[in-house]
Nanobody
Framework: QVQLVESGGGLVQPGGSLTLSCTSS????????MAWYRQRPGKERELVRR???????DYTDFLEGRFTISREDGKKLVTLQMNNLKPEDTAVYYC???????????WGQGTQVTVSS
């Protein structure tokens, strides 16, 4: 039973933008902290951005503010807007859902983002 599905990945030139989307079939979506992680080639999976159940994005200097996370609970949707992409942003990007209320955690299957000229 698929709960999280990512889309929007692809090939983009350096300096370009992409918007990743994560659609969910989770019941009680609004009670989940949502996040985007990525795994670059040869690297461990790392947190990119996180947004609370109340819609507050995490504060981070990581990625120099180039990535913005948002959510629309009515659509059970989380997006990651990525600007000024760099080759080092090349990775598989994963959507993640975590709920202390339901004691459940889910991962999407991932979407490939390749930044190359």
């Amino acid at each position: 039973q698929v709960q999280l599905v990512e889309s929007g990945g692809g090939l983009v030139q350096p300096g370009g933008s992409l918007t990743l989307s994560c659609t969910s079939s989770l019941s009680g979506f609004s009670r989940y902290v949502m996040a985007w992680y990525r795994q670059r080639p040869g690297k461990e999976r790392e947190l990119v951005r996180r947004i609370t159940a109340s819609g507050t994005p995490d504060y981070t200097d990581f990625l120099e503010g180039r990535f913005t996370i948002s959510r629309e609970d009515g659509k059970k949707l989380v997006t990651l807007q990525m600007n000024n992409l760099k080759p080092e942003d090349t990775a598989v990007y994963y959507c993640h859902a975590d709920s202390r209320y339901y004691r459940q955690t889910y991962w999407g299957q991932g979407t490939q983002v390749t930044v190359s000229s």
